[in-house]
């Protein structure tokens, strides 16, 4: 993942749902384009080419965005299982855990705590 950051109010960007039949989002009810508002703040993450191997890496959002520079960009997150066997999540946002609990008046996002008990579980493996 790449750093970047983005302009704006950050309440009003929505993480835009990826490959809702990974794992991540058993039980969510999403499908593909889903904007879940509220969860990219000012600091985003994006794929960049890796040493992974092709199709190693899934994204599971891939939200359009505006730069701090006023360009097009992207914020994703992603889940691989590295060769360890170890799995990896990056949520690629500081605001995932805004769709965990309304603490400071963020709306709460169902499919977002059933994604983190998902991706919680799976790391217990």
Known sequence: MQYGHIMGTASKKSLIVASPGNW????TGVVA???IPGLLNYE?????S??????????V????ITTHKGAPGKHNASVYRAPS?????AAGTMGWPWGLDNLGGKPVHAAIQRATKNVLARLLL
Do not use: C, E, K, Y
Request: proline share 13%; charged share 15%.
């Open 24 to 27: 991540l989002w058993a039980g």
């Open 33 to 35: 384009g889903q904007a």
């Open 44 to 48: 985003i993450d994006r794929a960049h």
């Open 50 to 59: 890796s040493p992974l191997p092709p199709g190693a890496r899934t994204l």
């Open 61 to 64: 959002a891939d939200s359009p």
């Open 85 to 89: 066997g170890a799995w990896v999540f």
